[in-house]
């Protein structure tokens, strides 16, 4: 809860994710045209969906929507990632989840930092998808170490910054102009920077490595690479980009269109070609680096470690099941492999596949007898509301697929069987909160709410 003259985590997070997608808008002008796109495709849905405008009212996702963000950066160093945990502390954003993004040949693994409260993420679900890259993954030994020591030598954090999250460490909360300053000082590590920190030959030799090895050492900091808007029809978005002169990717990630949507699905616009001065070059004759894109995502309901591993198995059938087929067949393949997991809450909620938020309706309130039936008879009832719970974290094959279109054509590479969930935490300076189970105890949280009203 904010004290009065005090910005709590909330309250800092919800001001940087606001001044964060300002910055944004003003350095990648496409961004605010795919706002004004998302903003006009969700109200077009709610317009024809009733039922869905009052149940995302009923669970406070309405309020959330037009504000709702998600980022990504890509950091360089276990210093960087340990001091990015701390930054994002005062933010009320905890490390959640552990994303292997090299087994789809992308040299990093990543979490997600986001508000794991049911307040905090009504309140702001500003999350950021934060990457480390797998320097052990540069197969050049003399590379690497030149990598190694570019990383070593950069500070990304200014040092006002990090005074300020240290007082905020020590007393809990800041000054309202303090919560300022820190967005402020914050919004630097994010700022874009058109100057390499390399020269052109070095930033060569990295590029051909990996195009993300490049992107994440030749620069002075992790620039925001994307910043995300949440549609409720991301199939209308997908459609409409073209129209509005916006490129999109060919495939939209996660699972097909249902009318439940599971998890989660993505989409985005191509990665920017950008401008770039080197080292020691003639600045009248600058070089191009493509980074910055923009992305697109619906969520869905959460799954249970039972629906999760179905969802695994039908996805994993379909990537590999025909690994010829060109991507125009991608879609009708996708949607038949699905065609075998239910497609209502009612099944989900049954069969235990989804996670769901349980709460009395005024008529069971009113109703003595509640108390006698079973949860499924007081549902079956109208005695009890069972609400969906929301998706709030990523998919790694969708994170990997979404990051493989933007950089530029580069073939895959593999580094099969490298996950290394525990050096990264090492890295990280604590563990990564398991992301499933927070969904069972907010379900937990609203069973135990319920029986205390009847016993009441």
């Not at 405008?53 to 210093?79: N, P, T």
């Not at 090299?102 to 309140?123: C, I, M, Q």
């Not at 009708?332 to 069969?351: C, I």
């Not at 079973?374 to 109208?382: K, P, T």
Request: hydrophobic share 45%; aromatic share 6%; charged share 25%.
């Amino acid at each position: 809860m904010e004290t009065p003259g005090l910005a709590d985590g909330d309250e800092i997070r919800a001001r940087f994710s606001r001044r964060m997608s300002d910055m944004y808008r003003r350095e990648v002008p496409q961004y605010g045209a795919l706002l004004d796109l998302v903003a006009d495709v969700n109200a077009a849905a709610l317009r024809r969906e009733p039922a869905l405008r009052e149940r995302l009212a009923r669970a406070g996702e309405l309020e959330r929507l037009g504000v709702e963000r998600h980022g990504a950066i890509r950091l360089g160093s276990a210093r960087e990632l340990a001091t990015m945990r701390r930054v994002f502390a005062v933010m009320g954003m905890r490390p959640v989840g552990y994303y292997d993004l090299s087994v789809a040949g992308v040299p990093v693994h990543a979490t997600a930092f986001r508000p794991v409260e049911d307040a905090s993420l009504a309140r702001n679900p500003f999350r950021v998808f934060t990457s480390l890259l797998r320097l052990d993954l540069i197969e050049d030994a003399g590379l690497r170490m030149i990598a190694t020591d570019i990383l070593e030598r950069r500070r990304i954090f200014t040092p006002r910054l990090l005074d300020l999250v240290e007082r905020a460490e020590g007393q809990g909360a800041l000054a309202g102009a303090e919560a300022d300053e820190l967005v402020a000082e914050a919004l630097q590590t994010f700022r874009w920077h058109s100057a390499a920190t390399v020269d052109k030959a070095t930033y060569a030799r990295l590029h051909d490595a990996h195009r993300l090895v490049a992107d994440v050492v030749c620069f002075k900091g992790p620039h925001i690479n994307h910043l995300t808007p949440r549609t409720l029809d991301i199939d209308a978005v997908q459609a409409a980009m073209p129209v509005r002169g916006i490129a999109a990717k060919t495939v939209i990630e996660g699972p097909p269109a249902r009318k439940v949507a599971l998890l989660l699905r993505q989409t985005s616009f191509k990665a920017l070609e950008e401008r770039i001065a080197f080292v020691g070059e003639d600045a009248r004759a600058p070089g191009t680096h493509t980074a910055r894109f923009g992305e697109i995502e619906q969520r869905g309901v959460a799954l249970t470690r039972k629906g999760r591993a179905r969802y695994d198995t039908l996805l994993a059938n379909v990537r590999h099941g025909s690994p010829g087929s060109p991507d125009r067949d991608y879609a009708g393949r996708l949607a038949g492999a699905f065609k075998d997991f239910p497609d209502d809450l009612t099944a989900l909620r049954r069969e235990g596949l989804a996670f769901f938020r349980y709460a009395r309706t005024s008529r069971g309130s009113r109703d003595a007898a509640a108390a006698g039936l079973s949860l499924e008879a007081q549902i079956e009832r109208g005695l009890v509301r069972a609400d969906p719970i929301v998706y709030e974290d990523f998919l790694p094959v969708s994170a990997a697929g979404i990051f493989q279109s933007n950089l530029g054509g580069a073939g895959p590479r593999s580094y099969a069987g490298n996950a290394a969930q525990a050096a990264f935490e090492h890295a990280l300076g604590a563990p990564v909160l398991d992301e499933i189970a927070l969904y069972e105890a907010a379900q937990a949280r609203s069973l135990e709410a319920l029986h205390a009203k009847v016993s009441q």
